[in-house]
Structures are given as C-alpha cells and as structure tokens.
C-alpha cells in the first residue's frame, strides 16, 4: 500500500532499497522507479488538493445551465467521469430513489430529461406542456416526479412509467402565485410546498386532493426551501430581506425569524436534522443554524465572494460535507461541515449550478 505521507514514503523506500541492494542489485533500478512515482504522487497530492481521494463514494452529478450539459463527477477521485447533452438550461436535479436513474429539468424549456447514470446517457425526455419552465424537482418513492413550472405558476406532477408501452401522465396543481420556484415535499407525501419569489409567499399544496391549502406570506423574495427530515418545520430563506423563516407545518404558524448573511439564496438541511445551512451569495459564504434553539450558530467562507456565484448547496450523505456550486468559477467547492475548511474542488461545466449525488450500486 501507498502511504501518501512523504516523509513515510520516502522512509518506508529507503529500507527496501537497502534490502535489494544487499540481495538482489537488479532489483534496485526498478525499486527507484517505482519510489520515484510514489513520491510524485505524494508530492502532488500534498501540493494539490484536488488531487487527494476523498472517503465519499458515489458520483456527483451537476446541471450546467450555461452550456445545456450535465456532469458526472466520480467522489473518490474528483475527476469528471463524463458530459452529456441536455434541454435547454437544466437546473435541479432528482435522483430516484434507487439510485439508477436522475431526472434534469430544462429551465428554459417544457421537459425534463431522466438519466441513466451508470450508462451515463439519457434514457427519456418528458415533455411537460404545457407546463412551463420546470425549475425545483424530486423524485419520489412511489415512482412519482414533481417539479414546480415556474412559467405555469404550478406544480407538475409525473406519473411513473406504465404499461407495455411505458407511458407516463402528466398533471399540474395551480400554486396561482407568481415565481413558483422551490419544492419540498413532506414525508408522508400528503402535502408540498412551493416557494414564490414574486409573491412573496410559500404555498402549501394537499397532494391527495390536487389542491392548494394556503399561501403563507414569507417575506419579500423567498427562494430557498427545506423541510427538515421529520416534516415538522419548514425553513424559507428570503433572499432579499436577508432572513430565514421557520414555520411550524402542523399549525402553519411562523415560530422564527433570524437574520442571515447576505442574499441567502438555497437552504439545506442536515440528514440528522439538527443544522440548516443557507448558501449566502452576496458573501460567497454559509452560513449554519442551530435547528433546535432556531439560532445562528457560525459562518463558513467559502469563497468570501459574490463573485463567484454561490448558489446550489447539497449535503453529502452522511452529512459530514456540504458541496457548493460556484456557477461563477464553474466549479463546486466541497467542504468539511466540522472543521469547515474547503477541502476540494471539483468541476463543472460552465454556470455548473444543480447538484445530485448518487450512491454506488
């Protein structure tokens, strides 16, 4: 094995050196080529980040809107595995819950293309019409696909694949708002929630009935959205008064309000649910909230700034990093939530902005 410690390699080579040179000399030339390209690897991955393995496994998938591709990024190693085509803008994306296939949606378009992510290719385009602008999206366990369609004031509901044919139905549910932006689906599937940026509002949907319960007002431009996972609180980031809003989801009722950094853009949830995380663009920043005092806690830098348009957040499986997409470098930066160091990153395509992580098969 390969110790990338330099200092450790360079002793662990010189004693088999010494133990050739006594038995075998031939064996001392193909030992010093074999030290000389261990530790080029050390030296280059102790110079370069980017270049170490990472203990998260899996690929990561992104959305680049301003090229109409999508990435797939291998964890381990960092490297871009493959590009391939999409609609026109893909934003978010889906992964199914087995972790075969991933639906992208097309922006600036009607459709949303599913993936086959070990083949790397599109397998499918649903066409939404007309349906419009498909923005937030998530797959479900019942084989179902919902996407706000922002340019429908609506969410689109998919039905999974059917018959020999495989065909799909395709409905909506009015949100009657303006900006429908965001999803977040409860767990017990009974109910969604959609951010309306020009509303100024959140509205709540009953899934079973294909009507809308109500619209709660949420501050000036709200954007960022996120049940935690228990389904008891609905978190809305505003971006432009700068605020995160916590809502109680059994009562409706508002329970806190507490301010952010600048432009808070997306907010995520840890898988413990116990830290809410908003993508502050206007810092290049995170910042992390205690989600059982409802208290800010400490800020991330990331990039420490605007420039480079930090938008997506999305937290890795077993919580313990956060990736960043900074659609303004056209990379994602990966972080350690503890130490909160920027520990990586990876690429993207051009604005490489939506973000889905698929588990090994």
Known sequence: MINLNPAGAIASAGFFMETAMATKPYLSALLMLALSASLSACTAAAENPELRLSDQRGTLLIGNKGEDTLSFVDLRTGKELAKKDTGHQPHEIAISPDSRLAAVVSYGGESIDIFDIAAREKVETIDLTPNKRPHGVIWLNDGRIMATTEGSDSVTIVSPPTGEAQTRTVSSISTGQKGSHMLAISPDKERGYVSNMQSGTVSVLNLKTGQKIIDLPAGKEPEGLALTPDGKRLLVADRQNNMLFVFDTKTLAEIAAVETGNFPIRVAVSPDGQTAVTSDLGDGALGLFDLETLAFT????????????????????????????????????????????????????????????????
């Open 298 to 361: 400490r800020t991330i830098s990331v990039s420490g700034d605007k420039r480079s348009g930090q938008v997506t957040i999305l937290f890795s499986t077993n919580g313990d990093k956060i990736y960043a997409a900074e659609t303004g470098t056209n990379r994602i930066a990966e972080i350690d939530l503890e130490s909160g160091q920027v520990e990586r990153r990876l690429p993207a395509g051009t604005n490489g902005d939506g973000l889905g992580i698929a588990l090994p098969m």
